[in-house]
């Protein structure tokens, strides 16, 4: 099911056929580049069934401009998609193979991972390394969303997906408005409805209230998980008063996605 969700969200992506590349990458290539540690290298040959280089955005395969400034040059956009073995579906797993697939790339990437029952696309900035020269780091948290075939809001959020709907300004504008697609998709899970912002505020507003809500859900976690051990009413009541408190605060915020 999900290879078809794959391609679903490649057609979605409405590129354009001067980008496409459509080859295979050997993961020889991700563990010579990106895996920092015996670990990370085993886990990129394990975890992997095969690595698809979708396409490759750039001034001359898309007609939009670069973008650099002191910390940031945005030549290309690579898209992704990698095929992920049954064996290794955990979430950390997931989580640890999009970061080392993200660093083995030097440009910025849209990875699709497609797993037994889901899609797990990431992005994440990128911006020159302080202390090697001629080096890329990721430039904080990668930003995902995880979909399966069918879930609420895949029509709309396919429909903001395409290239044509993103800036066009720049590459990295562009990249920021699949970026905002993948927000929007997290906070539809706590919404229950897809919206995409309309201006850049709009979106940045909608990231923070995102973290919000998750900070705020694994504090609630956190306290039932308390409250179902705790055996001292007096101690009982004082968690049940700090949940409630955070759960009108997550329903404050969820208003704001």
């Known amino acids: 099911m999900s290879a078809a969700l794959v391609q679903t969200l490649i057609t979605a992506l409405a590129l354009p056929a001067s980008c ?21 290298k085993r886990l990129l040959t394990d975890a ?12 001359s395969t898309v ?12 030549l290309e956009i690579a898209v992704l998609a990698v095929e992920v073995r049954d064996t290794h579906g955990k979430p950390a797993q ?3 193979l999009a970061e080392l697939v993200h660093r083995a790339i030097p440009y910025p990437v ?23 020269a001629g ?3 990721l430039d904080g948290e990668l930003t995902a969303a995880e979909m399966t075939d069918g879930a609420d809001a895949v029509g709309a959020f396919l429909q903001a997906f395409s290239m044509s709907r993103q800036s066009q300004g720049n590459l990295l504008a562009l990249y920021q408005g699949w970026m905002d697609c993948l927000t ?11 919206s995409l912002k309309a201006t850049p505020e709009q979106a940045a507003a909608q990231r923070e209230a995102l973290q919000t809500c998750q900070r705020l859900e694994a504090e609630v976690t956190r306290l039932r998980a ?12 004082e968690l049940n008063l700090a949940l409630k408190r955070l759960n009108a605060e997550l329903a404050s915020a969820r208003e704001q996605l």
Do not use: C
């Open 94 to 96: 997931v989580r640890r």
């Open 184 to 194: 929007a998709w997290q906070a539809a899970q706590y919404s229950g409805a897809f």
């Open 110 to 132: 849209l990875l699709l991972q497609a797993l037994p029952e889901r899609v797990v696309l990431t992005a994440g900035h990128k911006r020159a390394a302080q202390n090697e």
């Open 63 to 74: 007609a939009v401009p670069e973008y650099r400034d002191e910390t940031r040059e945005y």
């Open 20 to 40: 496409r590349v459509d080859q295979r990458i050997p993961k020889k290539l991700l563990t010579e580049n990106g895996a920092p540690t015996a670990t990370d």
């Open 226 to 237: 308390l409250a179902a051990k705790e055996r001292q009413m007096a101690k009982q009541i």
């Open 135 to 137: 080096k890329v780091v």
């Open 48 to 59: 992997i069934e095969e690595v698809q280089w979708v396409a490759a955005l750039k001034p």
